[in-house]
């Protein structure tokens, strides 16, 4: 009898290659209603300083969606970075944006209607990281990181 892990036991992924993947693009998203997602507001931290979100140092499991957005009109970048297993799947950062609720998409997608998000599972085996960063300083609970995943028993 086959399992699952017999047919993704050896898949390791390098890079998550996406619309928003290689920088500069930040997309209106209404990704605030998303559902089944875990919703994360940032810290006060030093502009461009990376902030862990979920950190997974012992387990294995599936990322299945990872978002991040703007809360208000205030210029700024949104960075967001994805590390599976020690190495980085996602690093990338919006263009400027002073649009309320614009952000990227790491890891899923979703329609015109956040209600259409589509999960996209990564599977890590150790580890699971994911950080993010804001170009302004002490920009805190402005940027919201949405993310559904995953453990392994």
Not at 23 to 52: E, F, M, R
Not at 55 to 75: D, E, K, P
Not at 81 to 109: E, H, Q, Y
Request: with cysteine.
């Amino acid at each position: 009898m086959s399992t699952s892990s017999q047919f993704t036991g050896a898949r390791k992924i390098a890079s998550i290659v996406n619309k928003w993947s290689a920088g500069g693009v930040a997309t209106t998203t209404n990704q605030h209603s998303v559902p089944n997602c875990k919703s994360y507001a940032s810290s006060s931290v030093a502009a461009n300083a990376l902030q862990t979100m979920l950190s997974i140092s012992a387990g294995r499991g599936a990322l299945n969606f990872v978002s991040a957005y703007v809360g208000n009109t205030t210029s700024r970048t949104v960075r967001i970075k994805v590390t599976i297993d020690g190495t980085v799947i996602f690093d990338a950062a919006t263009s400027a944006t002073t649009v309320t609720n614009d952000g990227m998409v790491a890891i899923g997608s979703y329609g015109t209607n956040s209600l259409l998000a589509t999960f996209q599972p990564v599977e890590f085996k150790s580890s699971c990281l994911v950080e993010i960063a804001s170009s302004v300083l002490n920009d805190s609970t402005n940027i919201t990181t949405l993310i559904n995943y995953e453990t392994d028993a």
